[in-house]
């Protein structure tokens, strides 16, 4: 199996889910269909996506995908609920990829938690440029909501974003679970704080 992420986001929720066939995933900032993605691969375990991307240089993309919904649309705006309604959602959704840079607080406030569960969530924060700024209040959200923070602050080679460094750590996401959908040694085998995808990825594939 071929895998798509740049940091194994897709690796991680593959090998924590054990390779779950006919899921349900929602990638928030999805960009191009399969290249750098969050979400292709689970397309070859016969996956249903919801992507939003609000580029529209990228739709011709989703031509590759045989299941699932892609939407040009701005994910601030996005009715979440109609597009997983539209989709056959169950309540229980498997992953969760959220990447929209500096806006990804905003589409956490609007997703409907009070509908839905994600068994597992990536989410960008990019602490290596901004702090707390924006990381403190996406935890304080998804901890109210009864996730829990399993890999914080994943790190990721110098990105050479104006700003950073080079040098100093790069933690950019935090990884999350809900934990009423695992094996509680399995979460606490991967707990972690600064660790690189691949050490994380290597736990869950040591576990199988």
């Known amino acids: 199996m071929n ?6 986001q897709d ?3 593959a090998n924590l889910l054990k390779f ?5 995933c929602v990638d928030i900032g999805a960009c191009h269909s ?11 375990l016969g996956w249903t996506s919801v992507s939003v991307e609000i580029n529209s240089q990228y739709n011709d993309s989703y031509a590759n995908r045989s299941q699932g919904t892609h939407y040009n649309e701005d994910a601030t705006k996005m009715d979440y609920v ?21 806006a990804s607080l905003t589409v ?10 994600f068994k597992a969530i990536t989410i960008e924060h990019d602490a290596y440029l901004y702090g707390d700024t924006y990381r403190a209040e996406q935890r304080e959200v998804l901890e109210g909501h009864g996730y829990r923070l399993v890999c914080s602050n994943i790190l990721v080679p110098n990105p050479g974003h104006q700003g950073y460094d080079g040098f100093s ?16 040694e399995v979460l606490d085998a991967i707990q972690s704080d600064l ?3 691949g050490s994380i990825i290597a736990k869950l594939q040591a576990m199988q």
Do not use: M
């Open 20 to 24: 779950k066939r006919d899921g349900y």
């Open 169 to 184: 750590p790069c933690p950019f996401e935090d990884w999350w679970v809900h934990p009423d959908e695992h094996d509680p």
């Open 195 to 197: 660790a690189h995808p």
């Open 82 to 102: 109609k597009a997983f309604e539209e989709n056959e959602f169950p309540e229980t959704i498997d992953y969760l990829s959220l990447d929209v840079d500096t």
């Open 108 to 117: 956490l406030k609007i997703l409907p938690f009070d509908k839905y569960r």
């Open 34 to 44: 399969a290249i750098s993605n969050n979400t292709f691969v689970f397309q070859e």
């Open 3 to 8: 895998f798509y992420s740049d940091a194994g």
């Open 11 to 13: 690796q991680f929720a």
